[in-house]
């Protein structure tokens, strides 16, 4: 007669190590109700106020040996290119050359009153008198705040109406020795002075500035692609970028008008700007201002992003603003799936899609997360679908 064998314990574990062995090859094939979840539509809202830095479209012309600048062209204003926007005079000029240029001028002039047109009463010379007394009165309501107004524009139309009337002097002058000699000097001066003159024209279309703030070589479009998140902030705070320590003083800025960026640094974890993005964009006291401006990269690392935006309006007053306060807002239409869906996969963020055993993997941007809930887009277009099923592992 055969003894039974007597079945021991390490039979049980033996047999319960081959079930779970087997129980893992089967799990991604296996369908449980509550490891699934459905992508659906949904729209999100996001608004935030954020510091941020202004950078311009802008080139900016130097000189290293200039000892006088006379501007030609209005503040802010557009120009087209071979405009000319200033004269700028090498360090051998001298003031004491102006000085005597307009020294001869006032000599020209007295000669023509008091000894040429004395006892000659000329009414179009009266007039060229009067219009420039009445541009030295509005020049000085100006320097004292006794009225409002834009002290550059009153400059210059107090110069253009002085070379009027010394253009009508010139023009209507009698035979006399003196005077001719007198003039003789005048243009003898004027050739000195040109020839320390140098004639800045404007190389394209633009607006042009007088006003610059030491950022625009290193806050360039050219450098865009290697500005970093401490960047910003070292901007942000008023610190200097670079070493360079140039000789060379800035004579003018021209400005495209139509592009610039803002840049913003962020450590929010709920903010996810995608390139190609629209945001709805204002800048802290212009609230009179809207932009739409478009997300052009986005930098992510140690929990800090960095964001760029360009826009395609006019800039403006803008045109003075380095650094401010964003207002950005946005609403966003997108997929939606569970946060628990979401899996990351060689540093790739995505969710499995179920569509066959075990589901393929479909990477993922995350265009907004508030735990519960996630909006994604397809880094592959029309990959996910309303209505399909994803896994969750």
């Not at 500035?209 to 625009?216: I, L, Q």
């Not at 003018?252 to 913003?264: E, F, G, P, T």
Request: charged share 20%; glycine share 6%; hydrophobic share 40%.
């Amino acid at each position: 007669m055969r003894r039974r064998r007597r079945v021991t314990g390490r039979f049980y574990i033996f047999l319960l190590i081959v079930l779970l062995i087997a129980f893992l090859i089967v799990r991604p094939h296996l369908n449980f109700g509550s490891r699934e979840a459905v992508i659906m539509t949904a729209n999100t809202q996001y608004s935030q106020t954020m510091d941020c830095v202004l950078i311009r479209d802008e080139s900016v012309v130097t000189s290293e040996s200039m000892a006088r600048v006379e501007y030609i062209a209005a503040e802010n204003t557009l120009v087209n290119a071979g405009d000319t926007i200033a004269y700028t005079y090498s360090a051998g000029y001298s003031e004491r050359l102006l000085q005597r240029l307009e020294d001869t001028r006032s000599e020209i002039q007295e000669y023509h009153k008091n000894t040429i047109l004395r006892n000659i009463k000329d009414a179009a010379l009266e007039r060229y008198d009067t219009i420039v007394d009445m541009m030295v009165l509005e020049y000085k309501h100006l320097v004292n705040r006794d009225t409002r107004g834009s002290l550059l524009t009153a400059a210059k139309q107090l110069e253009t109406a002085m070379v009027n009337r010394q253009e009508y002097l010139r023009q209507n002058r009698r035979e006399d020795a003196r005077l001719t000699r007198l003039y003789e000097e005048e243009n003898t001066r004027m050739t000195n002075i040109q020839s320390w003159r140098r004639v800045e024209t404007a190389e394209s279309p633009g607006v042009v500035s007088f006003y610059t703030d030491g950022y625009e070589s290193d806050l360039s479009v050219e450098n865009l692609p290697s500005l970093t998140a401490q960047d910003v902030r070292t901007v942000l705070a008023g610190g200097s970028l670079s070493q360079n320590t140039s000789a060379s003083t800035p004579v003018y800025r021209l400005v495209n008008q139509d592009r610039w960026y803002v840049a913003i640094v962020n450590t929010d974890p709920s903010w996810n700007p995608v390139v190609g993005q629209e945001y709805y964009l204002q800048i802290q006291g212009y609230e009179d201002l809207a932009f739409t401006a478009s997300v052009t990269s986005v930098q992510k690392g140690a929990g800090t992003l960095l964001a760029v935006f360009e826009i395609d309006n006019p800039i403006g007053p803008l045109i003075y603003q380095r650094t401010g306060k964003a207002i950005l807002s946005i609403t966003i239409s997108g997929l939606s799936v569970t946060t628990k869906a979401l899996t990351e996969q060689n540093g790739q963020m995505g969710v499995w899609l179920y569509d066959v055993p075990g589901g393929t993997f479909i990477p993922v941007e995350v265009l907004s997360n508030d735990g519960r809930n996630a909006l994604i887009q397809p880094l592959v277009e029309g990959a996910l679908d309303v209505g399909q099923r994803v896994l969750i592992k």
